[in-house]
Structures are given as C-alpha cells and as structure tokens.
T-cell receptor, first 112, second 113 residues
Framework: QKEVEQNSGPLSVPEGAIASLNCTYSDRGSQSFFWYRQYSGKSPELIMFIYSNGDKEDGRFTAQLNKASQYVSLLIRDSQPSDSATYLCAVNSGGSNYKLTFGKGTLLTVNP | DAGVIQSPRHEVTEMGQEVTLRCKPISGHNSLFWYRQTMMRGLELLIYFNNNVPIDDSGMPEDRFSAKMPNASFSTLKIQPSEPRDSAVYFC???????????FGPGTRLLVL
C-alpha cells in the first residue's frame, strides 16, 4: 500500500511567520511531488510541484525534497490569513505520469 | 476559459437510488480523473480516462460504481444502488497531455440517507 503521511494539524502560526508543512511517502519509485491547497468547501488547486532533490522557490512558497529520506516539505514565508487552508501533499505512484496518491492534508491557520 | 464543470453541486438521495454525477473537462484536455474525498480516507483516485478511454479503474470501490466518457467533453460517474457509505465529495479533474497540473472541478457533495 503506497502511503503519503502528513500531520493533520491544525498548524497555527501568526501572520508574517514562516509556516512549515511536512510530508513523508513510502513509494521509493515516486518521481514527482506536488503541493495542493484546498480552502474549506472548495476544490484542490496546485501550488507547486518538484522533481529534483533540493529546493524550488515560487514567490513566498518553497518546496523542499529529500528523496533519500522520502520527505517533502512546503515552506510559506510571510504567512497571510489568506493562506489559511488545508495543504495536501501528493506523490505520483510507482513512477506513473498520471496516478497521484494524496495525503490527508494539514490544516493551516494563520492568525492576524 | 471555463474551468472543469460538474453537476449537480449537491445531491441528497436515499439508499438504493441511482446517482449520476456529470463532468465537463476543460476544452483541449485529454486526461480526465474522478476522485472521491472523505474525512476518513482523504482524496482517492477512482478512475482515469485518457482520450476518452478508461485506463485505470483500480480505484473504483465495487461494481455499484461505473464511469463513462462518451466523448472528449463529457463524463459520468454512476452509483447504483447508492449506500450511505458512498456519502462524500466527488471531484472531477482534467489535464492536458503529459502536463503535470490537474485542474479540479468544484465537486459534487453527495449525501446518501
């Protein structure tokens, strides 16, 4: 059973702080890693994806990947109340170019 | 451009009834996915179509579930007969070719009483 594990939270940070979201995965064959944001009652939307070990930055968001440790993280700098949402980590299963296994998500609350 | 369109947005039905969920993918997208989201199990892939052909239906829970994609702009997910444990949010998503981004529709919230 391919698994993606996330701390369910809630993770609470003050406005302007760095929020750190973590994810581990079990399938060593996975090549692509995704972070989706899901507001309450809405559908998931892709924030970032990463393929290679190291960091990938996009604005206030940084994705970090460590394949040896099977660990993916998402850092949100200068957190805003509008970042309050559930963040879903997803991993492509067995190297598939279409099949994603999702974690159950971490609820992030940014307090003004 | 319009995003992925799903209907109905909400469905309340009684156990044993047939339920049909509908999806219109983004124009030009040739991959379509049906997902189910529950608190207990999270977001799970039910079935994947490529160029209107079902490629992977390993996530379909049982024979009560069926999905079709008669053309590039329309897909249905049918549950017959429905059971209370089918209550969930069902999302349709589409993507273009080998592109990585799956675009999700607004979802259908299904409640089976």
């Amino acid at each position: 059973q391919k698994e993606v594990e996330q701390n369910s939270g809630p993770l609470s940070v003050p406005e302007g702080a760095i929020a750190s979201l973590n994810c581990t995965y079990s399938d060593r064959g996975s090549q692509s890693f995704f972070w989706y944001r899901q507001y309450s009652g809405k559908s998931p939307e892709l924030i970032m994806f990463i393929y290679s070990n190291g960091d990938k930055e996009d604005g206030r968001f940084t994705a970090q990947l460590n394949k040896a440790s099977q660990y993916v993280s998402l850092l949100i700098r200068d957190s805003q109340p509008s970042d309050s949402a559930t963040y879903l980590c997803a991993v492509n299963s067995g190297g598939s170019n279409y099949k994603l296994t999702f974690g159950k998500g971490t609820l992030l609350t940014v307090n003004p | 451009d319009a995003g992925v369109i799903q209907s109905p947005r909400h469905e309340v039905t009684e156990m044993g009834q047939e339920v049909t969920l509908r999806c219109k993918p983004i124009s030009g997208h040739n991959s379509l996915f049906w997902y189910r989201q529950t608190m207990m199990r999270g977001l799970e892939l039910l079935i994947y179509f490529n160029n209107n052909v079902p490629i992977d239906d390993s996530g379909m829970p049982e024979d009560r579930f069926s999905a079709k994609m008669p053309n590039a702009s329309f897909s249905t997910l049918k549950i017959q007969p429905s059971e209370p444990r089918d209550s969930a949010v069902y999302f349709c998503a589409s993507k273009r070719g080998l592109g990585e981004t799956q675009y999700f529709g607004p979802g259908t919230r299904l409640l089976v009483l």
